[in-house]
């Protein structure tokens, strides 16, 4: 069977799972004049085939063995747009940190305006002047201001955006309703974390649970919609399961697990739902094929791949669902496709990537 990858890696070729066929021939066969057309037909196909599944990335692919079929290297992904300009006004970026999208929406938390910004994603998507996002040409659904914030989430089922508030220890709902662009200032209830000592990112699970991250103590609390703690996991420490200064944290929805970024640890954990260590992967270090210097925001694709960004290297990391390195996208700088300290990431509908480059002011798009 066939199965079509996110739009994100570019155009696609499909290749079926060969299961075993005695009447495929050999290679040494195919010139062979004594064989009928219609079998050499079969020869070539399998042939034609198997040398797809044997390419190497310098021809542009590279064989993804868990889903069977090629797809286009991700070298291919090129830098699509950028949007936002420095300033406070509404719409406008000093510091964009957490990013999350749902239905249509972008919402976006920005700690150095103490707000969260919601855009419509198609208006995001259409609105350019060339390959550059002009920030005067789009307006936001709703802006609103809290005393402190960090990262947002969706809660897909009551249709809130969820917002974490380091200072008051509480989550932030906001409703993505009929009236969202009422009460621009204000928000609408809060969730306030038990025994939590420094809140910072957040993530919602398939059944609506919603995981915090303490970033002090190096915990992730797992609490239900008014707050109560169900379960917690990890500790202050380097050891597995253990955490040191975490960032955000990512519910991977295809496989059911917590995706965490251990930021001091330069490594990224991922564990069960009910808290029990799985693996992790990444070490400190300045090469490419894994290493890290500050982890921070994490997302997965429809396929499971994962996407980390590093606020420290400056740039966005792909993995497969194992945490085997595929790629990078960015370095550091102000140019379309550079970075300055990007801190989250979240996928459009349409699977093309977006970005917060938190100190150049102004998200990123990918695909």
Known sequence: MTSRLSSFVGKTVFVTKMAHDENFLTE???NDDSLNEPVKKRQKSRIRRQRAMDS???DGYFWVHSEAEIVKNYKQVKHLKMYGTHGKKPGQFLDPMGISTMDGFVCVTDPMKNSLTVFNESTIRSQSKGDIMIAADIKPLKECYFSS?????VHESSKNVLVSDPVKKCI???S???DIRKNNTIFDSNITVSKCDTLSGICVTQNGLIGALDSESGRVLVCDGHGDIKHSFGSEGSDKGQFCLPQFIHWDNLNQRFIVSDT???RVQLFTADGQF???FGEFGFKDGGCFKYPSGITTDDHGRIFVVDQGLHEVQIFDKDGHWLHSLG????MPGCFNSPKSLSLFSNGDLVVTDSLNSRLQVFG
């Open 28 to 30: 040494s066969e195919e």
């Open 56 to 58: 190497s990335e310098d």
């Open 149 to 153: 914030v960090f990262d947002v989430a």
């Open 172 to 174: 932030h709902c906001v």
């Open 176 to 178: 993505l309703g009929d």
């Open 264 to 266: 001091a640890n330069a």
């Open 278 to 280: 799985l693996f992790s």
């Open 331 to 334: 370095k550091a700088g102000i």
